[in-house]
Nanobody, 126 residues
Framework: VQLQASGGGLVQAGGSLRLSCASSVRTFNGCVAGWFRQAPGMEREFVAGIALNSGWTHYADSVKGRFTVSRNSARDEVYLQMNSLKPEDTAVYYC????????????????????WGQGTQVTVSS
């Protein structure tokens, strides 16, 4: 399985972007699709995740209420709608696939995910 993230760009604070993540196979080959981000000099951190069968969603506290993760009906694309963007949201955003769904705590862990996309840059100017 290969993942392709797209939709990043430069936006002013308060603006919106929608990231997409497409799977190279007909459906995501797993149970959870996650979004992570990595700012320069920082560790990669969890942003949001969605259980692909149930649609249950999980969010980092820093993005709750502003970001929405979703999937299409064919389950071959996952999206991250980002509203009310802040300069601190600036990072490279990665989508990832996990073969397991083991609940909230595990969904937030980088080591739960075995396949990663190449990343897309999001820059929010103040």
């Amino acid at each position: 399985v290969q993942l392709q993230a797209s939709g990043g760009g430069l936006v002013q604070a308060g603006g919106s972007l929608r990231l997409s993540c497409a799977s190279s196979v007909r459906t995501f080959n797993g149970c959870v699709a996650g979004w992570f981000r990595q700012a320069p000099g920082m560790e990669r951190e969890f942003v949001a995740g969605i259980a692909l069968n149930s649609g249950w969603t999980h969010y980092a506290d820093s993005v709750k209420g502003r970001f929405t993760v979703s999937r299409n009906s064919a389950r071959d694309e996952v999206y991250l709608q980002m509203n009310s963007l802040k300069p601190e949201d600036t990072a490279v955003y990665y989508c990832a696939n996990s073969p397991y769904y083991r609940g909230d705590a595990y969904t937030r862990r980088r080591d739960e995910y075995d396949t990663w996309g190449q990343g897309t840059q999001v820059t929010v100017s103040s």
